[in-house]
């Protein structure tokens, strides 16, 4: 369905959350741009889009401070809320003081119709549906994704996971794929749009395939993209840990093409806690397959979400927690101190942890996550890595940042020649978190699978 909109329509998108949502919104924006011009959030418009979060109480309250900035700077613009706070919580985020549509998730043609409609003035308009009956996942054709040389690829949606923390079953529904046939074609779609990487995304991303006929799984469509030849870097997002088998592992060590980078979330390091949470693995497993991925594919960055401060999680769980995580190879992490959501079974365990602890032992599993970060880029100083150059200015030096294959984060420092280019970059510096070089003549080098690391001081 298309919609007529008056040109010259100045629009603000901003996204809270996860890769998932950073899609979506490409999505609307690739939808709106025919007709719009876009820009900053931070600058006057006549609609602004907030596409929400609703994982913790913070998300939920940084979604009502937008509305508020966005009425600040520009008390007559059209705010249209949408996301998982919206479509969890839509009767609340209705009442927010300054919101004129409030839309669900998968009602694109509404958000749209929204748009080009002048504002009520009577309250808010709420759309939202039922994500439960959902089956299928919309396959919307995003051809862009503003601000990004890399390209998200949303392949699956909705989860069928119960852990206690967790309200993303209620906002997303069930666990649902799109065909390997159409993934396909949105690679080559993005590939030829210009995109060198391509990241895999989903809620539940591990679980790829189980409700198709005939069933599938995410390593055979790897294994498809990667044959494929259309791009030459694929990315994986977030992997439960049951969800990395061998076969996926020999995959990616023998691939030139699929990045030595997997972020499995562990989510606490104490078992008592795990079984708390519904988690379908205990500390020995995870520590097991951590370690059974760094002898297999030794570069790799390996990434975890941790959740500090869950229900019952006393200080010696807590400090046995950052023994456990101390003792493995991982390379970062993602720290979220423990937050109450409706709806979920967490929320009514005994034992909450109070607020000045949740603080305190965020920092200390943020500050290891950090000193693991730094330790693992060090160990690359002096070598040659192969770096994707973004268009992002690098804020330290009149270069480009980008990415290695190994999800190092590098300022790149005569990058500016080089945008959307995989170059070889020596590696000579690190501060702030960023390691920093110049790039050099030559093929970029890959990471290699079971020696170490395919390239020389």
Not at 21 to 48: K, M, T
Not at 97 to 124: Q, T
Not at 389 to 413: H, I, M, W
Request: aromatic share 8%; proline share 5%; with cysteine.
């Amino acid at each position: 369905m298309r919609f007529e909109i008056l040109n010259e329509v100045k629009i603000a998108i901003t996204t809270l959350g996860c890769k998932i949502n950073q899609y979506d919104s490409a999505v609307i924006q690739s939808r709106l741009e025919e007709a719009h011009f876009f820009v900053p959030f931070d600058e006057p418009a006549d609609c602004y889009i907030i596409n929400t979060c609703t994982v913790t109480d913070r998300a939920d309250w940084e979604a009502r401070q937008l509305v508020r900035r966005a009425k600040r700077l520009s008390p007559l613009a059209k705010v249209l809320v949408t996301g998982c706070y919206a479509q969890v919580n839509a009767e609340e985020v209705a009442r927010v003081p300054g919101v004129d549509y409030v839309v669900g998730l998968n009602r694109l043609d509404d958000l749209l119709r929204f748009v080009a409609e002048p504002a009520a003035g009577a309250g808010a308009t709420i759309a939202v549906s039922d994500v439960q009956r959902e089956r299928g996942v919309p396959v919307l054709g995003t051809r862009a994704l503003p601000g990004h040389t890399r390209a998200f690829l949303k392949i699956q949606e909705g989860c069928n996971y119960s852990c206690t923390y967790c309200i993303i079953p209620i906002a997303r529904g069930r666990s649902r794929s799109v065909t390997p046939r159409e993934v396909l074609e949105q690679v080559r779609r993005l590939a030829g749009a210009g995109y060198l990487e391509l990241v895999l995304t989903g809620i539940h991303l591990g679980g790829y395939g189980q409700d198709l006929t005939p069933k599938t799984d995410l390593t055979s469509l790897v294994e498809k993209i990667a044959a494929s030849g259309l791009v030459p870097r694929l990315r994986l997002s977030s992997l439960d840990p049951r969800e990395v088998p061998d076969r996926l592992l020999d995959l990616i060590a023998g691939s030139e093409v699929i990045c030595p980078h997997l972020h499995i979330c562990a989510q606490a390091g104490n078992d008592e806690v795990l079984k708390q949470m519904r988690r379908n693995y205990d500390t020995a497993y995870y520590g097991e397959l951590v370690c059974k991925i760094r002898d297999r594919i030794p570069g790799a960055a390996l990434g975890s979400d941790i959740i500090v401060a869950f229900p019952g999680e006393s200080d010696a769980a807590f400090e046995g927690s950052m023994e456990f995580f101390a003792s493995l190879p991982l390379t970062y992490f993602h720290v979220f101190p423990y937050s109450k959501r409706r709806g979920t079974v967490a929320i009514s365990l005994p034992d909450h942890v109070p607020g000045n602890a949740k603080k305190q032992r965020a920092r200390r599993m943020r500050e290891l996550g950090a000193r693991k970060k730094e330790a693992f880029c060090r160990s690359f100083l002096g070598k040659r890595l192969a770096v994707l150059v973004e268009a992002k200015a690098d804020r330290c030096s009149s270069g480009r940042r980008g990415f290695s294959e190994n999800y190092l984060p590098v300022a790149v420092r005569n990058g500016e020649g080089f945008v959307n280019r995989v170059v070889t970059v020596q590696l000579d510096g690190f501060a702030a978190g960023w390691l920093s070089g110049r790039a050099m003549d030559g093929a970029p080098p890959h990471l290699a699978s079971a020696g170490g690391i395919s390239v020389s001081p």
